[in-house]
Structures are given as structure tokens and as C-alpha cells.
């Protein structure tokens, strides 16, 4: 997947079939009700790094069985 941010932002978010989106403080994102993955990556790309991540599911998808994230240097 690719992730990417907006900075700017003019009107209010849809909801969608996917998700119902709400605004949090970055200090208070509810990770226990996001995907299992995100409490390990998306802090960091909150905090402007740029990384290639790997996740390995369980059959279920509800547990990592590994992972790896790599801290990119872009020029």
C-alpha cells in the first residue's frame, strides 16, 4: 500500500463504506481500533519518516506474525 498526507485540507471528510472518519489529536489516535500494523508505522510517519515496512499476517489477519520497517533517506 502507499500512504499519503495531505497538509492542507478545505471542507469535512465522507464517510465511506470503509471507514467513518474523525479527527483526533496525533496523541490520541485510538491504535487499539485501527489495524493491528498501524501502532508500529504510522507514528513514525507522523513524525515525517520515510519508510518501507513489511507486515506478515496470521491467516486471519488479526496478529502480525513479523515485521520489518526501514527508515528511507529521500533526498
Known amino acids: 500500500m502507499h500512504t499519503f498526507f495531505v497538509h492542507k485540507w ?3 471528510p ?12 496525533k496523541s490520541e489516535l485510538p491504535y487499539d481500533s485501527m489495524w493491528v500494523d498501524d501502532k508500529h508505522w504510522v507514528p513514525k510517519v507522523l513524525d515525517n519518516e520515510h519508510i518501507e515496512a513489511e507486515f506478515y499476517f496470521n491467516g486471519e489477519g488479526g496478529e502480525i ?11
Open 10 to 12: 478545505v471542507g469535512e
Open 14 to 25: 465522507v464517510e465511506s463504506d470503509e471507514m467513518a472518519p474523525k479527527w483526533y489529536p
Open 65 to 75: 506474525d513479523k515485521f520489518n520497517i526501514k527508515e528511507l533517506v529521500i533526498n
